[in-house]
C-alpha cells in the first residue's frame, strides 16, 4: 500500500515551507534540494499548492515561495484527500475500460472505501506544520545555505 | 492512494474461489477468466496463496484449486498485510538509496504509518469469504461455464 509520488512530494515541500523561518522565501530549486526530490516534480507540486491556496508566490530576483496562513493549519488528511484523484483503491475499471468481472456492487470496492476513509480520518488530526522539528531540518537548511529554523527540539 | 496490483489479484481470486461451489475446483485459467486478469498474473497469485495456506491445489486432468479452510476464515486485513512488503508509504529511501533528507526521525512517517495501521484495522474484521453475492457471482460462473455458486443475495 502507498501513497502517489505526487502527493508524497507535496507533504514534503509543505513540510520544509513549514519549518522555514518567519518571512523566509524559498526557491523551488532551494525546495528540490531541500527535499531530494527532482526539480520538475518540485515545480509541479509547487503550483498544485499555489492552487490549494497553501503556498504564497513572491515574484522577482529574490523571490521564492512561503507558506500561507491557510498552509500552517491544513492537515495531512486534507492535503491527501484533496491530492487523491482515484475513485477506487483497485483497479474495477481498467484504463482501457474494461471492467473487473466481480464489479457489480462489489463489498471488496466497499469495504476498501470504508478502509480508506479510516485511513484519512486518522490524518485528519495531524497538522503539517506541527511535525517537523529542529533535529530533522536543522541540517536541511545548513545544506542551503538559509537561515536555520526555530522549531521544537 | 492504492494497494498493489499483486495484493488485488490475490483478493479477487480469494473472492471468486470462495463463491465456488463446495467441492468444485477452478483451474489458473478458469480464474484468470473469471476475475478479468492476465493469466501469468492470476498464476503468481496462485502460488502465493498456495504459500499461504488459503488455497490448495489437486493435481491431475481434471485438477485445479479450491479454497482451504484456512482460506475459509482468512480476512482482506490480515491478507493485505501478508502482502504489503513495503516498509513505508512514502519513498524515505529510493531504489538507489538515497534517502529523503528529512529522514531523520520525520514525524510524517510515523503519521502515515498510524494511519495505514488504521486502515489495516478496518479490514482485520471483513472475512474475504464473506464478500460474495450471488447477483455479483453467478454471471462470471456462467461465463466459466461451471456449476453455479449458491451465495447470499
Redesign the interface.
Known sequence: ?????F??VC??AL??LSASPEGELLTTQAIA????TPYNHVSKAVLKLRSLGLVEAVRGRSGGVRLSARGRTTT?GWL?REL?E?ED???CE?TEG?????N?????RG??R???E??????DG?VVS????Q???E??FV?LHTRRPELPR
Chains 1, 2 share one sequence.
Open positions: 500500500m502507498r501513497i502517489n509520488a502527493a508524497d507533504l514534503r513540510m520544509l534540494d531541500g527535499v531530494g495531512v491527501l487523491d482515484r483503491l483497485v483497479e481498467s474494461r471492467s473487473c468481472p466481480l457489480n456492487n462489489c463489498g471488496l469495504a476498501l470504508r478502509a480508506r479510516a485511513f484519512y480520518r486518522e490524518l495531524i506541527s511535525l517537523p522539528h533535529s530533522q531540518m541540517p536541511v545544506m
